[in-house]
Every structure is written in structure tokens, then in C-alpha cells.
């Protein structure tokens, strides 16, 4: 049986302390970088010319 004090009470926190050692962390740093990445890259030529000739 559980009191109302129970459900005040917080989940116990996980051992280690930082976000460093979380999966969801890594996803997000994966992420950006594979954002970064697509960011800095160059539109191929043959693309832009598909593209001027649609003006």
C-alpha cells in the first residue's frame, strides 16, 4: 500500500551524475554533427544548372 507521500516523492536519479554517460546524448551530438555536416556542403553544379533553367 502506498501513502500520499509516496507519490510526492521523486525517482531516484541515475549513478554517474552527467549527460555525458546518456544514449539520448549521443543521438543529439550525432545529429548536429551530421547537420553541420550537410550545412557545409556545396550544391553540386549540375543542380544549379537544373535550377537556372527553371527561371
Same mark, same amino acid.
Given at each position: 500500500?502506498?501513502?500520499?507521500?509516496?507519490?510526492?516523492?521523486?525517482?531516484?536519479?541515475?549513478?554517474?551524475?552527467?549527460?555525458?554517460?546518456?544514449?539520448? *546524448?549521443?543521438?543529439? !551530438? #550525432?545529429? /548536429? *554533427?551530421?547537420?553541420? !555536416? #550537410?550545412? /557545409?556542403?556545396?550544391?553540386?553544379?549540375?543542380?544549379?544548372?537544373?535550377?537556372?533553367?527553371?527561371?
Amino acid at each position: 500500500m502506498r501513502s500520499a507521500k509516496d507519490e510526492k516523492k521523486k525517482p531516484p536519479k541515475a549513478k554517474g551524475g552527467n549527460d555525458a554517460n546518456r544514449p539520448g *546524448r549521443n543521438v543529439g !551530438e #550525432a545529429l /548536429r *554533427r551530421a547537420y553541420d !555536416e #550537410a550545412v /557545409r556542403e556545396s550544391v553540386p553544379s549540375d543542380l544549379l544548372d537544373l535550377l537556372k533553367k527553371l527561371d
